[in-house]
T-cell receptor, first 114, second 114 residues
Framework: EAGVVQSPRYKIIEKKQPVAFWCNPI?????LYWYLQNLGQGPELLIRYENEEAVDDSQLPKDRFSAERLKGVDSTLKIQPAELGDSAVYLC????????????FGPGTRLTVL | GNSVTQMEGPVTLSEEAFLTINCTYTATGYPSLFWYVQYPGEGLQLLLK?????DKGSNKGFEATYRKETTSFHLEKGSVQVSDSAVYFCALSTSGSSGDKLTFGTGTRLAVRP
């Protein structure tokens, strides 16, 4: 069974540029999460989807971050414009919802903003 | 609010040594507790979990017991191997309006020497 797929794995951009990350969850998983992981820290939830609905986006900085999950499968997280402080690893995870909180994580996208 | 505190790393051990990584938590309600592991270049993987007090989670020789009286979930392994070198994250999840949102500790890096 394929795991959570994320792309790109690495991205280097200059500040004020836009950037987008893509996530394909495990087939059949209705719940999708985007986390931010700063260096030396644990992941922090940005947004959680149940199918195509964002049910928890309280930690998403909406002035520059946006996300979508069209058709309730793949998801895209966008930053526009990027700032130096956005340099981090962006993790995507998915779960079936059948068992509490067993989330499966992708390898992440490491973003460097210069 | 919910929080997880785990011992700072890095922890450096020789092969076959005994491992303990401390984790304590603060939470409202009755959380489920987890240990995730992140091997170099890979996504987080669920290592073990416990959903109620006195439960013991175990996997791959690792164990952790949910201690409600001390609000702890310490990770132990009797004999570590070089292949156990990774970053270990303690996490909790509570039910309710936040659903199965995971709150992570900052991670503990383990390095095992041959």
């Amino acid at each position: 069974e394929a795991g959570v797929v994320q792309s790109p794995r690495y991205k280097i951009i200059e500040k004020k540029q836009p950037v987008a990350f893509w996530c394909n969850p495990i087939s059949g998983h209705n719940t999708l999460y985007w986390y931010l992981q700063n260096l030396g820290q644990g992941p922090e939830l940005l947004i959680r989807y149940e199918n195509e609905e964002a049910v928890d986006d309280s930690q998403l900085p909406k002035d520059r971050f946006s996300a979508e999950r069209l058709k309730g499968v793949d998801s895209t997280l966008k930053i526009q414009p990027a700032e130096l402080g956005d340099s981090a690893v962006y993790l995507c995870a998915s779960s079936s919802g059948l068992e509490l909180s067993e989330q499966f994580f992708g390898p992440g996208t490491r973003l460097t903003v210069l | 609010g919910n929080s997880v505190t785990q011992m700072e790393g890095p922890v450096t051990l020789s092969e076959e040594a005994f491992l303990t990584i401390n984790c304590t938590y603060t939470a409202t309600g009755y959380p489920s507790l987890f240990w995730y592991v992140q091997y170099p270049g890979e996504g987080l993987q669920l290592l073990l979990k416990a959903t109620k007090a006195d439960d013991k989670g175990s996997n791959k020789g690792f164990e952790a017991t949910y201690r409600k009286e001390t609000t702890s979930f310490h990770l132990e392994k009797g004999s570590v191997q070089v292949s156990d070198s990774a970053v270990y994250f303690c996490a909790l999840s509570t039910s309710g309006s936040s659903g199965d949102k995971l709150t992570f500790g900052t991670g503990t890096r383990l390095a095992v020497r041959p």
